[in-house]
C-alpha cells in the first residue's frame, strides 16, 4: 500500500503490491525497478516521475487497481492484464506479449510497442505517442485515436476485428511487416477526416468491406501512395 517501493534492491523474484493508501515506486531510491517474474498491483501505485524510474518485468504485470507512470521505461516481457485505471506518461511502455484491458487503458506521450496482440473489452484511448501492435487487434468496447501512429507491423497474418457499436476509428495508420491484415467483425473500421492509410511495400490489406474513409466540412482521409507490390483488397467506403 502506501509508502515508496524500493528500486534499490538488485531484483524481486515477484512483487505484489497491495494495501491501503498509494504506493510510490522509485520516490526517494530512485533508480530501476527489476522484478524477475510477475509484478502484480492490486492497490493504487504511481511511478516517480523525476529522474525516471525505469522498470523491468521478466514475467507478466497484473493491475486490479489505479496506476499511474512516469517517465522512465517500463518493458514487460511477458503479457499486461489490465483491469484497473492504468494511465500512461511520457515513458515508453514494451510488451514482449500481448495487453488484455477490460478497465481504462489511458496513453500519453510515449510509445506503446506490443509483440503480440491487443484485447479491448473496455476503454482505450491514445495520446501523441505511437502504437505498435505485431499480433491481432480486438476491440468490443470503445477506442479513442490520438495524435500519434497506430503501425501493425505483423511479419504473419494479423486479424484486426472490432466488435463494437462505435466501431475503431483511426487518425495515422501504416500497415507493415510483410503480412496480410484482415478487418473483421461485426462493427467497423474508419479513417478519420485528418487521417493517412499508409501501405508499406509487400503487404496485402483485406477491408472485408467495413473500412471507410471519413470526411468532413474541412477535411477527409488520404491515402498514401500504395507501393507496386502492396494492395488494398475489398470495398472502401468513402
Same mark, same amino acid.
Do not use: C, H, M, R
Given at each position: 500500500?502506501?509508502?515508496?517501493?524500493d528500486t534499490s534492491k538488485?531484483?524481486?523474484?515477484n512483487?505484489?503490491?497491495q494495501?491501503?493508501?498509494?504506493?510510490?515506486i @522509485?520516490?526517494?531510491?530512485?533508480?530501476a525497478l527489476?522484478?524477475?517474474?510477475d509484478l502484480t498491483?492490486? $492497490?493504487?501505485?504511481t511511478f516517480?516521475?523525476?529522474g525516471?524510474?525505469?522498470?523491468?518485468? @521478466?514475467g507478466n504485470?497484473?493491475n486490479?487497481s489505479s496506476? =499511474?507512470?512516469? /517517465?522512465?521505461?517500463?518493458a514487460?516481457?511477458g503479457?499486461?492484464n489490465?483491469a484497473?485505471p492504468l494511465t500512461?506518461s511520457?515513458g515508453?511502455?514494451?510488451?514482449g506479449?500481448s495487453?488484455?484491458? $477490460?478497465?481504462?487503458?489511458?496513453?500519453?506521450?510515449g510509445?506503446?510497442t506490443? &509483440?503480440?496482440s491487443?484485447s479491448?473489452?473496455s476503454?482505450?484511448?491514445l495520446? $501523441?505517442?505511437?502504437?505498435?501492435?505485431?499480433g491481432n487487434?480486438?476491440n468490443?468496447?470503445t477506442?479513442?485515436a490520438? /495524435?500519434?501512429t497506430?503501425?501493425?507491423n505483423g511479419?504473419?497474418?494479423?486479424?484486426l476485428? &472490432?466488435n463494437?457499436?462505435a466501431?475503431?476509428?483511426?487518425?495515422n495508420v &501504416?500497415?507493415?511487416? @510483410?503480412?496480410?491484415?484482415?478487418?473483421?467483425?461485426?462493427g467497423?473500421?474508419?479513417v478519420?477526416?485528418i487521417g493517412?492509410?499508409?501501405m508499406e511495400?509487400?503487404?496485402?490489406l483485406?477491408?472485408g468491406?467495413i473500412?471507410t474513409l471519413?470526411s $468532413?466540412s474541412? @477535411? =477527409?482521409a488520404?491515402v498514401?501512395?500504395?507501393p507496386?507490390?502492396?494492395?488494398?483488397?475489398?470495398?472502401?467506403?468513402?
Open positions: 500500500g502506501g509508502g515508496n517501493i538488485a531484483s524481486y523474484d512483487l505484489t503490491i494495501g491501503a493508501g498509494t504506493a510510490t @522509485g520516490g526517494a531510491t530512485l533508480g527489476k522484478v524477475a517474474g498491483t492490486a $492497490s493504487p501505485a516517480d516521475t523525476p525516471g524510474t525505469n522498470t523491468s518485468v @521478466g504485470w497484473i486490479n496506476v =499511474s507512470t512516469g /517517465s522512465g521505461s517500463t514487460i516481457t503479457n499486461i489490465n484497473g500512461l511520457s515508453i511502455l514494451e510488451v506479449g495487453i488484455s484491458n $477490460s478497465s481504462t487503458l489511458t496513453a500519453g506521450a510509445n506503446i506490443i &509483440d503480440g491487443l479491448n473489452s476503454a482505450v484511448t495520446g $501523441s505517442g505511437n502504437l505498435t501492435i505485431g487487434y480486438t468490443t468496447g477506442f479513442t490520438g /495524435s500519434g497506430v503501425y501493425f511479419a504473419s497474418a494479423q486479424a476485428t &472490432d463494437s457499436a466501431g475503431t476509428t483511426l487518425n &501504416d500497415f507493415s511487416g @510483410g503480412g496480410t491484415k484482415t478487418l473483421t467483425g461485426t467497423s473500421f474508419a478519420s477526416s493517412v492509410l499508409t511495400a509487400g503487404n496485402t483485406q477491408t468491406n473500412l471519413n $468532413s474541412t @477535411g =477527409s488520404t498514401g501512395a500504395i507496386s507490390n502492396s494492395v488494398i483488397t475489398g470495398l472502401v467506403n468513402v
